[in-house]
């Protein structure tokens, strides 16, 4: 084989182990959701240094999240409660204050009792079920 062939194939095996390695997981339903979920931190990115946070979100059966706790943004306890569903295997919650929008979420990982999801405003949430 001459070199170009070589490079592109290295090239195809490379990028077929990336796109595997960073699959999120597709939600047939919201069963694996349901219950409560300590907000332990959140990161721009996996590589980005993780700020702590310190709130509780419920994912219900009925397709409501609420979150609890303390809010870093505006320094104090708040609580909020807003709809949810699960399309085409992610996380479609209501934008609350912004009627008709939606921010997405994709179940990045979800092993024993840890959760992260990608996506929303922050990028990456990282959970521990309560």
């Known amino acids: 084989m001459n070199k170009i062939n070589k490079r592109y194939i290295r090239l195809c095996l490379m990028l077929g182990c990336v796109s595997t390695a960073w699959a999120d997981l597709t939600l047939t339903d919201n069963s694996p ?25 419920e994912f219900r059966s009925d397709g ?14 708040d609580r909020h409660e ?32 840890e959760l992260i999801l990608k996506g929303g405003l922050e990028g990456f949430y990282f959970f521990k079920k309560q």
């Open 64 to 77: 409501t999240i609420v979150t609890s706790g303390y809010n870093r943004h505006f320094k104090t306890e």
């Open 82 to 113: 807003w709809t949810y569903q699960v399309l085409e295997g992610k996380i479609v919650a209501d934008d609350p204050g912004r009627p008709g929008r939606t921010i997405d979420y994709s179940v990045y990982k979800m092993e024993g009792n």
């Open 33 to 57: 959701l349901i219950g409560n979920w300590k907000l332990e931190s959140v990161a721009a990115s996996l590589t980005k240094p993780k700020i702590d946070e310190n709130r509780n979100w």
